[in-house]
Antibody
Framework: QLQLQESGPGLVKPSETLSLTCTVS??????????WGWIRQPPGKGLEWIGS???????NYNPSLKSRVTISVETSKNQFSLRLSSVTAADTAVYYC????????????????????WGQGTLVTVSS | QSALTQPASVSGSPGQSIAISCTGT?????????VSWYQQHPGKAPKLMIY???DRPSGVSNRFSGSKSGNTASLTISGLQAEDEADYYC???????????FGGGTKLTVL
């Protein structure tokens, strides 16, 4: 059974860089049928997709965060990571990692679709 | 791009059926069959309930069903049970640069 687990500091100072890692167990991150994504949820608010990565290193980012986000993958460790720079209080949220399906929209193009499964999430607070 | 539009709250009594709508545009909900729905209980991670508009993952009750008409997708829960009380989010692929959209979430209260 595939499981994902987020890890990283729970407290980050303003203007610094948030760094989280997602460890995948029970399956390989090198799957050709999946992307691996990060999603966040500010306290009491809805879900926001941050970005996703393929095992090859190909990435897709939410344009609203793209200038501050870097997602990387380490296949030897079955892990992928998130770095969010220049954080402010608005970046305080529960951060989730999840597997994403790849599905076709045409004969030549595939796109990222649903998230399943999800990690349990980790709360990151931005505060001095 | 704006999030998909969901009602903030819906409610129903045990045994009843309810529907939650998710409205987008022809660039997302209306243009592709990649709408998914998630259930989230307080303090828990979201759980996939419906994918590809109508499909249920293994293990999800058949009381949950999905549909789509035009730019609006819907999640229907029949035979409401107390444990269905949760927040529900829709999501869709979008051809815009955003790629992934979520709805704002709907709080379901079982009376």
């Amino acid at each position: 059974q595939l499981q994902l687990q987020e890890s990283g500091p729970g407290l980050v100072k303003p203007s610094e860089t948030l760094s989280l890692t997602c460890t995948v167990s029970g399956g390989s991150i090198s799957s050709r049928s999946h992307f691996w994504g990060w999603i966040r949820q500010p306290p009491g608010k809805g879900l926001e997709w941050i970005g996703s990565i393929y095992y090859s290193g190909s990435t897709n980012y939410n344009p609203s965060l793209k200038s501050r986000v870097t997602i990387s993958v380490e296949t030897s460790k079955n892990q992928f990571s998130l770095r969010l720079s220049s954080v402010t209080a608005a970046d305080t949220a529960v951060y989730y990692c999840a597997r994403q399906q790849l599905k076709p929209v045409s004969m030549r193009e595939v796109v990222i679709t649903e998230f399943d499964p999800w990690g349990q999430g980790t709360l990151v607070t931005v505060s001095s | 791009q704006s999030a998909l539009t969901q009602p903030a709250s819906v409610s129903g009594s045990p045994g009843q059926s309810i529907a939650i709508s998710c409205t987008g545009t022809s660039s997302d909900v209306g243009g592709y069959s990649y709408v998914s729905w998630y259930q989230q209980h307080p303090g828990k991670a979201p759980k996939l309930m419906i994918y590809d508009v109508t499909d249920r993952p293994s293990g999800v009750s058949n009381r949950f069903s999905g549909s789509k008409s035009g730019n609006t997708a819907s999640l229907t829960i029949s035979g409401l049970q107390a444990e269905d009380e949760a927040d529900y989010y829709c999501s869709s692929y979008t051809s815009s640069s955003t790629l992934v959209l979520f709805g704002g979430g709907t709080k379901l209260t079982v009376l």
